[in-house]
T-cell receptor, first 114, second 111 residues
Framework: SQQGEEDPQALSIQEGENATMNCSYKTSINNLQWYRQNSGRGLVHLILIRSNEREKHSGRLRVTLDTSKKSSSLLITASRAADTASYFCATDELGDTGRRALTFGSGTRLQVQP | KAGVTQTPRYLIKTRGQQVTLSCSPISGHRSVSWYQQTPGQGLQFLFEYFSETQRNKGNFPGRFSGRQFSNSRSEMNVSTLELGDSALYLC??????????FGSGTQLSVL
């Protein structure tokens, strides 16, 4: 089963525009992470936000977390064609046995047109 | 520092066969996780190993198994392959509670 659900499933924008992706999850989390995947390749970690944080920035990336609504958003500013990829949110739940599995959402496919 | 290495990159098998995939984590990482990715089901957690012990397991049949060696390298095995096992199998390593570093994956095709 998937903890996180991304919205939209697909997004097409022009270079220079901003891209916003949303993620909703169901249970309490230790942290929430965003990953990027180029077609058929491994995932690359973008940013991690802990449950006690509300906003985090990394370069052109801005992530927000609202634990009361169990949701997060990823904003990519001034997008480039090279940002074309699938983006996944992943939730990290801390259970009795220690670190549990990182559960991934269904992903947003971003297409940035040059 | 070398990244996570998965071998082989591509694999073609027939139904009923078994397969073993290998993963070498980043030096110093003792946690290794395996994921299956398919277009229909997305990324699904298979299992996680830490210091040679399986710490967590996803909802997969017993045909899927794994192990971790003392040098933290990990293998996963799928026996009696089915068509539905065709997928990209991703391995990731990490420090405890931190972000995952993924390998490029093994693309398995079952004919």
């Amino acid at each position: 089963s998937q903890q996180g659900e991304e919205d939209p499933q697909a997004l097409s924008i022009q270079e220079g525009e901003n891209a916003t992706m949303n993620c909703s999850y169901k249970t309490s989390i230790n942290n929430l992470q965003w990953y990027r995947q180029n077609s058929g390749r491994g995932l690359v970690h973008l940013i991690l936000i802990r449950s006690n944080e509300r906003e985090k920035h990394s370069g052109r990336l801005r992530v927000t977390l609202d634990t009361s609504k169990k949701s997060s958003s990823l904003l990519i500013t001034a997008s480039r064609a090279a940002d074309t990829a699938s983006y996944f949110c992943a939730t990290d739940e801390l259970g009795d046995t220690g670190r549990r599995a990182l559960t991934f959402g269904s992903g947003t496919r971003l297409q940035v047109q040059p | 520092k070398a990244g996570v290495t998965q071998t082989p990159r591509y694999l073609i098998k027939t139904r009923g066969q078994q397969v073993t995939l290998s993963c070498s984590p980043i030096s110093g990482h003792r946690s290794v996780s395996w994921y299956q990715q398919t277009p229909g089901q997305g990324l699904q957690f298979l299992f996680e190993y830490f210091s040679e012990t399986q710490r967590n397991k996803g909802n997969f049949p017993g045909r899927f198994s794994g192990r971790q060696f003392s040098n933290s390298r990990s293998e996963m095995n799928v026996s009696t392959l089915e068509l539905g096992d065709s997928a990209l199998y991703l391995c990731a390593s990490s420090l405890p509670g931190e972000k995952l570093f993924f390998g490029s994956g093994t693309q398995l095709s079952v004919l």
